[in-house]
């Protein structure tokens, strides 16, 4: 079992960085990949952002925030990171974490545990 909680989100401005943090909790944590996804305001469904795998060696990002966003472990501390940079208003969301048994699964929402997220407003 896996316990995940995100936190780090807030009101930021367009151009903005944010550093959104994922802590788990349960003994596993180094055997799964981790993802981050969003969903936005009125969605009812979640779209991936980036991966990575048990390691931290490969990330996957999705094109929308290639060269943007940074997805990084610390499987010492248990923890996810996404480091969100130059915002825009339509990043605005509320942003969960998730682990998966490979990285190939996250983009796929092959998810095995969620958190329950942490919303993110950008202000134009």
């Known amino acids: 079992q896996l316990q995940l909680a995100e936190s780090g989100g807030g009101l930021v401005q367009a151009g903005d960085s944010l550093r959104l943090s994922c802590a788990a909790s349960?003994?596993?944590?180094?055997?799964?990949?981790m993802g981050w996804f969003r969903q936005l305001p009125g969605k009812r469904t979640r779209e991936y952002l980036a991966?990575?795998?048990?390691?931290?060696?490969?990330?996957t990002y999705d094109d929308s925030v290639k060269g943007r966003f940074v997805i990084s472990r610390d499987n010492a501390k248990k923890m996810v990171y996404l480091q969100m940079n130059s915002l825009k208003a339509e990043d605005t969301a509320r942003y969960f974490c998730?682990?998966?048994?490979?990285?190939?699964?996250?983009?796929?929402?092959?998810?095995?545990?969620w958190g329950a997220g942490t919303e993110v407003t950008v202000s134009s």
């Open positions: 349960g003994v596993t944590f180094s055997r799964y990949a």
């Open positions: 998730g682990a998966a048994e490979e990285l190939y699964a996250v983009p796929l929402e092959g998810i095995y545990y």
């Open positions: 991966g990575i795998d048990r390691t931290g060696e490969r990330s």
